[in-house]
């Protein structure tokens, strides 16, 4: 959560707003920002910490681990319309990449400004081609797109 | 941001934006109408404590509608990862 605290400006650039939840209390998540986080993000976490105790949160997300009793890595982008566009999850023992994420941010805000008239090919980045679907380029996307030169 | 008391984190039992659904019957359990999260779907609405800037507050994800969110969980606090 670190990384995602410390480069909290991009995502507020792209008008996102990031909810973090684990089990911990809020209790606890204030001593880890004060006695941790805000040492390796230089700055206090500028973001809610949920707390999930119960992990009441985490069942409906399909991240609750029962065995365990934590919240896997589940990583959710929701759009202005409350629709989850993307998720990843994973387990505990391997981070996120942030850079990743708002690929994907920018990628979807992309796909919904054009109002779903552009697709966004695999590895998009902001700037690059993106695809517009539709008869013509049916079994032509080879003619447009080279996955070569996008990755 | 007014302080609020301390209370355990629910899933409101609706997808954001919408009302949760009344089961007349009320022997059908709760789960039943449980929505769960699934990409394309609206995201399951939730209101939970939270720490936020210094205070202790709450977070309703439904409140940020109009907004693109990114929501994280993660195993815990002084985790290593």
Redesign the interface.
Known sequence: MSAVAANHKKLQDLGVEVISVSVDSQFVHKVWNDQELSKMAKTDVPFHMASDGPGNVGKVYGVFDEITGVELRGRFIIDPDGVIQAMEVMTPPVGRQLAETIRQVQAFQHVRASKGTEACPAGWKPGAKTLKPGPALVGNVWKEWSPFENH | MSEKK?G????TGA???ESAVQKSDETTPKEAV?????????????E???????E??S?K??D????????????????F?
Not at chain 2, 48 to 54: E, F, L, T, V
């Open positions: 301390a355990c984190a629910r899933p997808v954001v934006g449980m929505v769960t999260a699934k990409v394309g779907s609206k995201a399951p609405d939730f939970a404590p939270s720490y936020y800037r210094g202790f507050t977070v994800l439904s940020y509608l109009g907004k693109w969110v990114l929501l994280c969980f993660y195993p815990g606090d002084f985790t990862v």
